[in-house]
T-cell receptor, first 114, second 111 residues
Framework: KNQVEQSPQSLIILEGKNCTLQCNYTVSPFSNLRWYKQDTGRGPVSLTIMTFSENTKSNGRYTATLDADTKQSSLHITASQLSDSASYICVVSDRGSTLGRLYFGRGTQLTVWP | EADIYQTPRYLVIGTGKKITLECSQTMGHDKMYWYQQDPGMELHLIHYSYGVNSTEKGDLSSESTVSRIRTEHFPLTLESARPSHTSQYLC??????????FGPGTRLTVL
């Protein structure tokens, strides 16, 4: 069964600190993995996208890693800001369908305190 | 910022009412999607469209219906709303298998 599991479910950190969010997946055949940021009451916004051959991708203070062998990804946030408070969703796409089927994790709810 | 819009953003209605959630995009994307999301839960695909006059049901069974008469417009309709329909509804669009761009969502509450 194709699944995406994220941990931790929620995380509270102080402003300026770093944090790492985890994503494990069983989706096969794998196409790509995306990390989305979803602010409360808003739609998700794409942060990074990685294909099978990529193992690191950065977007400002966000750095995503991918280990396609162990089917694990992480999202590292550096020098956190209050605006980083959001849900971070790991999304894996398979390449077995014309639609590009997406499998969503439940997200990690990050809260940054001043 | 993606050019995909949803209205209304919030809707509170009584049981039995007919409602239509609007979604429009100005990017010319062929593919459009509707997702349902409950608090703290993952997004579930309820409808998608490959293009004009194409609509398909997603993974999560839904009593809602959709139409795609124009490329830019993908409305979702509930003929008779019930409290079990209370949820957040997110519309998205994409070009082929590329990144999906999401609208801001409609938070529906059925009393």
């Amino acid at each position: 069964k194709n699944q995406v599991e994220q941990s931790p479910q929620s995380l509270i950190i102080l402003e300026g600190k770093n944090c790492t969010l985890q994503c494990n997946y069983t989706v096969s055949p794998f196409s790509n993995l995306r990390w989305y940021k979803q602010d409360t009451g808003r739609g998700p916004v794409s942060l990074t996208i990685m294909t099978f051959s990529e193992n690191t991708k950065s977007n400002g203070r966000y750095t995503a890693t991918l280990d396609a062998d162990t089917k694990q990804s992480s999202l590292h946030i550096t020098a956190s800001q209050l605006s980083d408070s959001a849900s971070y969703i790991c999304v894996v796409s398979d390449r077995g369908s014309t639609l590009g089927r997406l499998y969503f994790g439940r997200g990690t709810q990050l809260t940054v305190w001043p | 910022e993606a050019d995909i819009y949803q209205t209304p953003r919030y809707l509170v209605i009584g049981t039995g009412k007919k409602i239509t959630l609007e979604c429009s995009q100005t990017m010319g994307h062929d593919k459009m999607y509707w997702y349902q999301q409950d608090p703290g839960m993952e997004l579930h695909l309820i409808h998608y469209s490959y293009g004009v006059n194409s609509t398909e049901k997603g993974d999560l069974s839904s009593e809602s219906t959709v139409s795609r008469i124009r490329t830019e417009h993908f409305p979702l309709t509930l003929e008779s709303a019930r409290p079990s329909h209370t949820s957040q509804y997110l519309c998205a669009s994409s070009e082929g298998k590329d990144t999906q761009y999401f609208g801001p969502g409609t938070r529906l509450t059925v009393l």
